[in-house]
């Protein structure tokens, strides 16, 4: 972005900073835990650093530091393995993570017994509408997974 990289910088933070960190689907997954749809999880070598009530409070600007704050964690961590996602599941009663910000080649891919990866950023990209008097694990989401383009 040449110089004006630190204004394209800024305005990707507050369009973060705008959002919510997730959206949670109570009793929702297929064993009667929840479903929770964010766009990451911290990565495995930085959760060490992660707060787990991030979800339950008001976030602060600290929560935006990048590799340090928990919000900025959540939105940028990549590559979660069994032992991180078994972790975060206990922590938020989760028992099917929905994810993003991971590549997926054929638009959703299932990372993980309890987690599925959605892409929505290349001509393979897939999405998923539950319906929310079922219940679903990740092997369930990934059955309801749909092109976005035809």
């Given amino acids: 972005f040449g110089p004006r990289a630190s204004a394209v910088q800024r305005a990707i933070g507050d369009f973060i900073a705008a959002m919510p960190l997730a959206l949670r689907i109570v009793g929702g997954a297929a064993d009667g835990r929840d479903i929770l749809c ?44 069994a032992a991180c996602i078994a972790t975060l599941a206990e922590r938020w009663n989760v028992g099917t993570f929905v994810l993003g910000h991971e590549k997926a080649e054929t638009g959703f891919i299932q990372t993980d017994s309890r987690a599925v990866v959605l892409n929505t950023d290349h001509d393979r990209a897939h999405v998923a509408i539950l319906d929310l008097a079922q219940r679903y694990d990740a092997a369930g989401v990934c059955a309801v997974a749909r092109p976005l383009f035809d």
């Fill in 38 to 81: 964010c766009h990451s999880l911290p990565a495995p070598d930085l959760i060490d650093r992660f707060d787990y009530g991030v979800l339950d409070r008001e976030l602060t600007q600290d929560d935006y530091i990048p590799r340090r704050g928990s919000a900025h964690l959540m939105v940028w961590g990549r590559s979660q393995d």
